[in-house]
């Protein structure tokens, strides 16, 4: 889309590492399921001029001048993603998802207070409480899981644990789980127990967005999402509360996570949301769904075990275990067709993060290149075909023109 010739004449090393990304995006398959394209108006949104300017605090409270262009871009990615949402509230400063998390629970509890999430191998995050991130380090967490025979959050379960543990915060909020979530039920827990209510919609925000999904954010204290994903626009996030939690949610971002918010990111994410709006994105999002769907009942035909049996959105974790690889080695062997992918724990996994029994697949990316079911049958088709015969480099040589072959049938909308 861009001639890049400044780019180009300026800096020929850099140029050259940016078409290879462009050459491999355009001929390889993206599964990992937090991953997207965005669209020309986004991409070039990102590239304007809003980059030179400092704007630390909100619309009409700045501690700079020269914001008023700055406050009218910002005022319109507040007011779409109110509409997107039904939210009260925004805060769309926050530079990427973990930093508007640890915002989060800033604006509502304190260090070594109590808070409920999932377990990272269930299917949670790093930052709802794995020891290793500043989540755990700082709160006191306690983790509920899926159940083991159906790979579902026993909501049951997570009442005992609320009952038990008395917690001032609930996350709901997950990057590798395939279903539905019972928002309604994890409220009435939290307002049992006297605690807040927080979902993190990262990985479903745009299958939310175009109804295709439960909304938490009329529901819940506070939500919070990334824009990329299935909301398909820049990489970065932003917080919805109810208004009577705006103050504390806009100061715990500034100053107390960030400093100035990135302008060019804010005006992306205004363009995302301007499409997200549009009819044609329900489209989008209801085909992601399916897309996913007709993969995992594809993967269990051929004797795949998907944790919890299907999916409800966009994505799947897939155990390997029974096929003798790892998700790791599956990765590789993936790689070599040209398929991304990223491996995954499963629940209860017995091997460790680098090298776990599971891949997660998703179907964003390719969803948004156009393709269907028929593609999607095909996909699989060539997974399975080089998982079974992958010591056959010429195999996995064929697949890989194959993809390519798709791929470029299906062209990237921005390249």
Known sequence: MFDYKNLSAQDGEVMAEVKKEMERQSQEMELIASENYVSKAVLEAMATVLTNKYSEGTPGHRYYGG???????????????????????????????????????????KPGDKVLGLRLDHGGHLSHGHPVNFSGMLYNFSQYEVDSETGKINMDKVRELALKEKPKMIVAGYSAYAREVEWQKFKDIADEVGAFTFADIAHTAGLIAAGEMANPVPLFDVVSTTTHKTLRGPRGAMI???????????????????????????????????????????????????????????????GFRIISNGTDNHLMVVDMTGKGLSGKEVEIILDKCGISVSRSTIPNDPNPPLNPSGVRFGTPAITTRGMKQEEIKKIVTWINAAIEQREEPEMLENIKKEVREMCLSFPIPSI
Not at 77 to 96: C, D, I, M, T
Not at 246 to 266: L, S, Y
Not at 282 to 295: F, G, P, R, S, W
């Open 240 to 302: 919805m509360c109810k208004e009577q939690f705006a103050k504390q949610v806009d100061r715990a971002v500034f100053p107390g996570m960030q400093g100035g918010p990135h302008d060019h990111i804010t005006a992306a994410k205004a363009v995302a949301f301007g499409e997200a709006l549009l009819p044609e994105f329900k489209d989008y999002a209801k085909q992601v769904i399916l897309n996913a769907k007709t993969m995992a009942e594809e993967f269990m035909k051929l």
């Open 67 to 109: 914001n008023q262009v700055i406050d009218e871009v910002e005022t319109i990615a507040v007011e779409r993603a109110k509409k997107l949402f039904g939210a009260e509230h925004v805060n769309v400063q926050p530079l990427s998802g973990s930093p508007a998390n640890a915002a989060v629970y800033m604006a509502f509890i």
